[in-house]
């Protein structure tokens, strides 16, 4: 698997998004993916806040998150499947001031994207995948993660399958997407690198027309750290 980082201009606020992207990246081969970063898909939907009150912050957070615990740093909150700091709301590398808010209907605009990019370079397989990162409980740093993804499946299953040692697995499943996604981003940086693109090649990945929006989404009932967030008063966006 290859992964190339792509260096661009500064994208501008409402620019079209299609567009761009052709411009930097004038061809494109088959069963290869393109890598957004979330912030140039929000920009280009004009998800761009201006900051006049530090309180602006706050409510935008509450607003835009379906759960959010207040920490020590931030806001812990769960917005679109995902636990993240401040409802992806973030202030780096938003020109003029302000903040950028995490883009909306992520999977429809990966959808739509790849539909316009397919007919433009005329393949028959092509991925996107929408980026942000992301922590991990008692662990340094920020890693990327999927936020969408259009023209590949994001799961892989290997219930049923055999070990090295005939074995049958009954629960290893690889999530795809969030670890090209962890590529990437390392790829394509965090500050001032201004690659919010990058093209991956030769992706052992499974294309397809039809995306699952929700195969990699467990339930809360399920989910390992069920019980941490039940001993934490958490506060729900009131309707």
């Known amino acids: 698997m290859l992964i190339t980082p792509v260096k661009t201009r500064i994208f501008k606020t409402s620019e079209p998004l299609g567009e761009f992207i052709i411009s930097y990246l004038p061809?494109?081969?088959?069963?290869?993916?393109?890598?957004?970063?979330?912030?140039?898909?929000?920009?280009?939907?004009?998800?761009?806040?201006?900051?006049?009150?530090?309180?602006?912050?706050?409510?935008?957070?509450?607003?835009?998150?379906?759960?959010?615990?207040?920490?020590?740093?931030?806001?812990?909150?769960?917005?679109?499947?995902?636990?993240?700091?401040n409802a992806g709301i973030d202030e780096s590398n938003a020109e003029g001031g302000g903040f950028i808010l995490w883009p909306k209907d992520c999977y429809g605009t990966a959808k739509q994207l790849r539909l316009s990019l397919l007919k433009h370079y005329r393949l028959k397989n092509l991925g996107i995948l929408i980026t942000d990162s992301r922590i991990f409980p008692l662990r340094a740093g920020v890693t990327g993660v999927a936020l969408?993804?259009?023209?590949?499946?994001?799961?892989?299953?290997?219930?049923?399958?055999k070990d090295l040692f005939?074995?049958?697995?009954?629960?290893?499943?690889?999530?795809?997407?969030?670890?090209?996604?962890s590529a990437a981003v390392l790829a394509m940086g965090e500050a001032a690198e201004t690659c919010p693109l990058a093209l991956v090649t030769d992706a052992m990945v499974e294309f397809n027309a039809h995306t699952n929006s929700r195969e990699l989404r467990i339930r809360f009932e399920d989910d390992l750290y069920r019980p941490l967030f039940q001993q934490i008063p958490i506060r729900r966006k009131k309707k």
């Not at 993804?149 to 219930?159: H, M, V, W």
Request: glycine content about 6%; overall charge positive.
């Open 27 to 85: 061809k494109v081969e088959d069963k290869s993916i393109i890598v957004i970063t979330s912030k140039i898909v929000a920009l280009s939907q004009g998800r761009r806040v201006a900051l006049n009150n530090p309180k602006d912050k706050t409510k935008w957070i509450k607003q835009e998150s379906e759960q959010y615990i207040r920490t020590r740093w931030c806001y812990l909150t769960l917005k679109d499947g995902h636990w993240c700091a």
């Open 148 to 161: 969408s993804y259009a023209g590949f499946r994001g799961l892989r299953n290997y219930i049923g399958k």
């Open 166 to 181: 005939g074995r049958k697995l009954k629960m290893t499943k690889t999530n795809v997407a969030d670890s090209l996604a």
